[in-house]
């Protein structure tokens, strides 16, 4: 009898993280992303039905490599399926179900709680604990308001510790903890330009995002896209800053995927300053001005 339960739970763990990457595979498809990527989402569902052991005894027992080693897995899909087994969720998929992310991990971090979490999500667009991480060592968390230096560093211990690593790439401040490695200015800019054209002509799949919208109507265009290995998904900012702003059409909030890299950058028409009139990527904008100096 144990074995037989043993095994349906199996079956229903890894019927569970199929559905998942087929309902990730069938968005992607009609959202017109890279048809690999729509393949290669497929392929790794077909290769979870068929496998006579679950996803969790294979991470249990071989951790990352046991998955990455199975067919039409790798590296990324792996962490898709341990994120899936560990959490329960794929914020990915949320995104692309209805242009948000619930980002609900940000209100158990020490000195958070729901409010501040909300803020974070509707001023700065973080909704996940990488994307707060990052924000937490470029300058962008400091920026909003209720993070004092004091709880600014609390938040870079916790995730150092939650997240199981110290930032990747070159080391900055007195914590000697580094940025995230992450796109370029010119690449988020141009990302951000095609998806501003794409919005305006008309070309792109609209979705129907979940916040702001109570007649369901799909008028948010989306834009997917692979550059020289990153995924990149961009679409207007659908959080209450924006819309109270008016900027619903003209901030753009375009998330990044390379590796075991994950995060985000909105961008934005500069009002003031040495960058007024410039597409600006919030964060970064002295970056921006050397990019913008290099090509005028």
Not at 156 to 165: C, E, F, I, P, S
Not at 194 to 216: K, M, V, W
Not at 218 to 240: C, F, M, V
């Amino acid at each position: 009898m144990t074995n037989v339960r043993a095994e349906s739970d199996r079956d229903l763990l890894n019927m569970h993280v199929a559905t998942l990457l087929d309902e990730t595979a069938r968005l992607l498809e009609e959202q017109r992303a890279n048809p690999f990527r729509v393949q290669a989402y497929r392929n790794a569902a077909d290769t979870v039905r068929a496998l006579d052991r679950g996803v969790d005894d294979i991470l249990d027992a071989e951790g990352l490599d046991g998955l990455d080693r199975l067919p039409a897995i790798g590296q990324t899909l792996a962490r898709v399926i341990d994120q899936i087994v560990t959490t329960g969720k794929f914020p990915m998929l949320e995104r692309l179900r209805s242009g948000t992310s619930p980002g609900a991990q940000l209100a158990s971090m020490p000195g958070i709680g729901v409010k501040l979490a909300q803020r974070l999500r509707d001023e700065a667009g973080i909704e996940t604990l990488e994307q707060l991480e990052t924000a937490a060592h470029d300058g962008t968390l400091a920026e909003v308001a209720g993070f004092g230096d004091k709880r600014i560093a609390t938040i870079r211990d916790v995730l150092a510790t939650r997240l199981g690593r110290r930032s990747r790439g070159a080391t900055t401040g007195p914590a000697n903890v580094a940025r995230p490695i992450e796109p370029s200015v010119a690449e988020l800019l141009e990302v951000d330009r095609e998806y501003r054209e794409g919005s305006q002509a008309g070309t792109l799949p609209r979705i129907a995002p979940r916040r702001f919208n109570p007649t369901h109507a799909k008028w948010l265009p989306i834009l997917h896209e692979r550059r020289q290995g990153t995924d990149y998904t961009a679409l207007y900012s659908n959080t209450a800053r924006a819309h109270e702003r008016r900027k619903t059409h003209d901030w753009v909030v375009v998330y990044f995927e390379l590796d075991d890299v994950e995060g985000q950058r909105t961008i934005v028409t500069a009002t003031a300053g040495a960058l007024k009139a410039r597409r600006v990527v919030r964060g970064r904008e002295l970056e921006c001005e050397r990019y913008y100096r290099s090509h005028d």
